[in-house]
């Protein structure tokens, strides 16, 4: 046997390489594409440019709007979503959620007073992905959840469109979270003017190890008087006789509540409710001169830190028995400052975190 050492043939096959190169190059020259496409398709770019060769058969570029798919076809349709394992890319770790978010359609919620409406409804559906498994079909769960939409929604509701999506992905964990802006007629401070006050909602549906827990989240969006500033501006007139304002902001507060279990139904009205009892001075909507000027007057009698907000709020969801674990987020958006003070406030483990989302406050934001 002769054994040629690699760096004595480089040489040697790059001239065998250019010669089988430049022999495929002169038949391309009287091979007909067809012939060309036949032997490999992928040889039209080794060839010179002026050879206008294209792939055989030759693709239709109409869209067949009367190609119907049958279950075979169906069949042979590839799935890499749902390949083998070998399929995976990166660690092989299981995955805590996995899914989509913010698909949108319009569901219809129950009101206290018994009436329904139809909202917008923004939902995000994801499940636990085991190791072992390359991904999931994530049209599973727009399916699940479309198949309960015309149902007037609660939490029963949402817990079969779960059940069927866990069943469908065949996973341990999920979770469905619902996001909307809710509705309520609010009347004026003095005027008896009456405006629609909108609240950012969000129903949350967990299942984790076997146990599911029934979250909702609203934004409550209020005034916050700054207590120093009040004080320092009535020693300026009452020692100086020098016209003074106590600064005051627009506020939001994240209401985070666990809806305990075998109780009766938390409304929508009765967490805004309960947040309104803690902190009076909620935005207005219909404004004339008297309820600007009862404004005024409402925040001077209830100036608030942005800790006393947060205690003020816990106040309120500790009186309340339907309610278990909470959280309290707290953002008075400074107009003194130019930056923000900010609380956080939690009850039980549902909610206890080490980290936050570093733009967790950001998101606070209310943009009218």
């Not at 989509?100 to 206290?112: D, G």
């Not at 816990?314 to 309290?328: E, H, K, L, P, T």
């Amino acid at each position: 046997m002769n054994i040629r050492e690699t760096n004595m043939n480089k040489d040697d096959d790059h001239s065998e390489v250019r010669a089988a190169l430049d022999l495929l190059r002169t038949w391309a020259t009287h091979a007909t594409p067809t012939e060309v496409a036949e032997l490999d398709p992928a040889i039209a770019r080794l060839l010179p440019q002026s050879q206008d060769l294209a792939n055989y058969p030759a693709l239709r570029r109409a869209y067949p709007e009367d190609f119907a798919v049958d279950q075979a076809y169906r069949d042979t349709l590839p799935d890499l979503q749902n390949g083998p394992e070998s399929l995976i890319k990166g660690a092989k770790q299981h995955i805590q959620h996995v899914g989509i978010s913010n698909f949108r359609l319009p569901i219809r919620f129950h009101t206290r007073d018994n009436g329904d409406l139809t909202l917008e409804t923004s939902v995000t559906g994801t499940v636990s992905l085991e190791a072992e498994k390359k991904g999931i079909n994530m049209s599973r769960i727009m399916r699940s959840y479309y198949k309960h939409a015309e149902r007037t929604f609660s939490f029963d509701v949402i817990e079969a469109a779960l059940d069927d999506y866990i069943t469908d992905l065949e996973s341990f964990d999920a979770r469905i979270q619902m996001r909307f802006s809710f509705p309520m007629k609010v009347p004026s401070l003095r005027s008896g003017l009456e405006g629609y006050q909108y609240y950012d909602i969000a129903l949350e549906l967990v299942e984790q190890g076997g146990v599911r827990s029934k979250i909702m989240h609203l934004d409550y969006v209020y005034s916050s008087t700054c207590p120093c500033s009040l004080e320092l501006s009535e020693h300026a007139r009452a020692t100086r006789q020098q016209l003074a304002t106590p600064h005051s902001q627009r506020s939001v507060a994240r209401i985070s509540i666990e809806i305990l279990p075998d109780q009766n139904i938390l409304w929508f009205e009765d967490l805004i409710d309960l947040c309104r009892q803690a902190v009076s001075t909620e935005t207005q909507v219909m404004v004339k001169r008297e309820d600007e000027q009862a404004f005024a007057e409402l925040n001077a009698a209830n100036p608030i830190f942005v800790e006393d907000a947060a205690r003020l709020f816990c106040q309120a969801m500790q009186s309340d028995g339907r309610i278990g674990d909470f959280r309290v987020i707290a953002s008075h958006q400074e107009s003194l400052h130019s930056h923000d003070a900010v609380s956080i406030l939690t009850e039980g483990d549902t909610f206890a975190a080490n980290s936050l989302d570093p733009k967790l406050f950001s998101t606070l934001i209310h943009v009218g």
